[in-house]
């Protein structure tokens, strides 16, 4: 077995008692989580893979986001996974470059809901999971992402696997074999954005890691060097093999470095918005200066938004709305009345934006009546204020249900609530 | 759409009349699909496959290869791929580089069960299908295959597409949407070769075929460019790009190049085994010469084979067991015992073996006691000769059951008595 390989098996079945921190922010990805699965439940791309696997039926105890059905694993991690990234509203890890929570957590819930594991068990196999996800993605690195790859599907799947695969109490042969099986079978591309493949590549890589988990332990031999020997998964998929991605496994946790949106919209507005909150609310408003790097004035400047669609990616209306207390973490705020609103609209007219290249890409300077404010993207948020921050995201996406949601994640979770 | 996509959707729901040897061929193929199936459905990879299907269970009218169960036709189309290519023993089509029978067919028996489609449409299907993943695995190309790309799985599954597509009666637009979302789902290496990862591929192909369809049906939108386009399928897997591979479609078939296996052995031994039948029976072997290009001297010659399995890489004593009158199209004639049996160790110590880089690497030359004769598996083997060999190997496999198969064939398909 390569090092890479017996680093990642070893990691999927290690103790995780020294891992507090990655453990809080695991069950905050898996609010948000639950969340944009539950807010996207009637997504068309939702819809279509749901009802494929409602019409083939079968036993199982998988629970799906929205329907009160149970199937089998394999079909859940499908139809869960697209339902979870059909608003792209979840959380990034951008060295993985991709969406960990899409491809793993859906695979980990099937099987455990299949397994009647404990929802200690399913937090712990969401964290391999997940934190394996980051560490192939970033040993894949950007060139296979530059090339057409799209990692959430491809770093996804065995992601999902090792989450399966722990959860399912494989053997260490019985998982490098079941990671052989998703290096034959992963796949995505990211000519698909844009179009509803894209949530789709969550879903497959869901499916994906419960198969191959399965196969696995029922005795199917693949080849345990498919990952990275030769003609295997990264070679042939412009893969950098980046080995230095698999150092400080169970020790420094990347999960601590995810991002979660905290707006529904672009986000090359985010910064500014952070920046807006800091700054006491303003009884009236008589002059806004945004100014951030040059490269988002192309993205998410449009002056005079004429749709909902528009308004996300316009500062002076984002502004205006979040300083007129509309809530930018609301999918519904978004609408063409909120675009053509007078009042929004006269606001927006005294917002200014100015480019300034000394100003990093994930940074934005603010100032409102003369009074400054600044705010980094990559600055650390801690948990409890990102805990405050999720919450309220979910509120905005689903109302009262989300403080029930948080408390049956809290006790436990609680597997059966979750989507 | 780019040409190639005009030409593949506009194939899917061509016209078949002028088709008649390809059809013929076509139903060849399906008896060669259905030996094989049947033959292959105690191997292990096809009853961990089975198992995992049946397992979850589910509606459906798909049936399955070694269960008398019907269900979900995603499930069939996995199950019964993997099933058919598990003895690799289905027919190649060498330009193509792949198998297309167990892609292909698995996908179009299943959605036509599933819609109860008539046999002469499941045939057509099946035709096209075969037709198009021929075409798109030459497309592909030599450098998609030397890279670590696997045809059968990859163009198999736009195949699988092409097949199902069809048969659901899918619009021209559905069609490319079936096809944009294979584009994002086929995968398959070639280091999973000597595994059950490779009898699996062929599963993974059929079903994508089926899924795709399935989703496109239900309005889902992926990208129609997804083949072709940029970072599309072709161009981020090494894809040549050869755009004559579609040429002539619906007016030169190359399916009528496909090249099935008559002979439970090595490739390189059976033009030798043709040449040897050419001549007459002789009562006693005095000498023979076996003269072949010599990059098969370190492919198929063993000189004294231990076990069943040496044996079918030993020109000597496959020369030995065909001049004795053992069945080769038989697998049990491949036994460990066979191999020690003293009268065929004694007969084959009578062959002698000569490399001639004169002889093409498809042909064999052969002298028994002076009489020479030759074979050349590149001939075209006129399709009534082909259908006795066929059934005689379907006999070597299944016994009295494949006159009943043929005569199901013939009539109809019957869709029923395939698998």
Redesign the interface.
């Known amino acids: 077995m390569s090092d890479l390989m017996k680093h990642l098996v070893e990691f999927t079945h290690c103790d995780l008692a020294q891992a507090e921190d990655a453990r809080r922010m695991m069950s905050l990805s898996l609010l948000d989580w639950a969340a944009c699965g539950r807010a996207g439940a009637a997504e068309?791309?939702s819809r279509?893979?749901r009802?494929?696997v409602l019409?083939?039926?079968?036993?199982?105890a998988a629970t799906l986001f929205g329907s009160r059905a149970c199937v089998?694993p394999?079909?859940a991690a499908l139809v869960n996974g697209a339902t979870s990234h059909a608003l792209d509203y979840d959380d990034t890890h951008f060295a993985h470059i991709g969406h960990p929570s899409v491809a793993v957590i859906p695979a980990a819930l099937a099987v455990a809901q299949d397994r009647d594991a404990s929802g200690g068990d399913f937090l712990d196999a969401c964290l391999v999971g997940f934190e394996a996800s980051i560490r192939i993605g970033t040993w894949l690195g950007r060139a296979h992402y530059q090339?057409?790859?799209h990692q959430t599907?491809t770093a996804g799947a065995f992601g999902a696997t090792v989450a399966a695969a722990r959860l399912m109490g494989l053997t260490p042969d019985q998982t490098a074999q079941a990671l052989?099986?998703a290096?034959?079978?992963?796949?995505?591309?990211?000519?698909?954005f844009?179009?509803?493949?894209k949530p789709?590549?969550a879903g497959?890589a869901a499916q994906t890691g419960v198969?191959a988990a399965?196969?696995a332990r029922?005795?199917?031999?693949?080849?345990p060097?498919?990952l990275d020997?030769?003609?295997?998964?990264g070679?042939?998929h412009a893969g950098e093999g980046n080995l230095a991605a698999l150092d400080g496994l169970n020790k420094d946790w990347w999960i601590l470095a995810i991002s979660h949106k905290f707006h529904a919209c672009c986000h090359g507005t985010h910064a500014m918005l952070e920046a807006l909150a800091s700054l006491p609310p303003p009884n009236t408003v008589d002059e806004v200066v945004v100014a951030t790097h040059p490269r988002w004035l192309t993205v998410c400047n449009i002056p005079a938004p004429a749709t909902g669609l528009e308004v996300k990616f316009s500062y002076a209306h984002v502004a205006a709305m979040a300083l007129s207390g509309v809530p930018t973490g609301a999918l519904e705020s978004f609408s063409d009345a909120v675009a053509q609103d007078p009042a929004l609209v006269a606001l927006a007219a005294k917002v200014r934006v100015e480019a300034d290249d000394a100003i990093p890409e994930t940074a934005t300077r603010v100032r409102v009546n003369g009074q400054e404010a600044a705010f980094d993207l990559d600055a650390p948020i801690p948990l409890d204020v990102r805990q405050e921050k999720l919450l309220t995201k979910a509120r905005a996406l689903l109302g009262a249900e989300a403080d029930g949601l948080w408390a049956s994640i809290k006790a436990g979770p609680d597997l059966g609530a979750l989507t």
């Open positions: 068309p791309v279509i893979t009802d494929m019409a083939e039926g079968g036993q199982g089998p394999r079909a090339i057409g790859f599907a052989g099986v290096s034959t079978r992963a796949a995505g591309l990211k000519s698909q844009g179009t509803m493949g789709y590549h497959l198969e399965t196969l029922a005795g199917f031999q693949s080849n060097k498919g020997g030769p003609q295997g998964f070679p042939t």
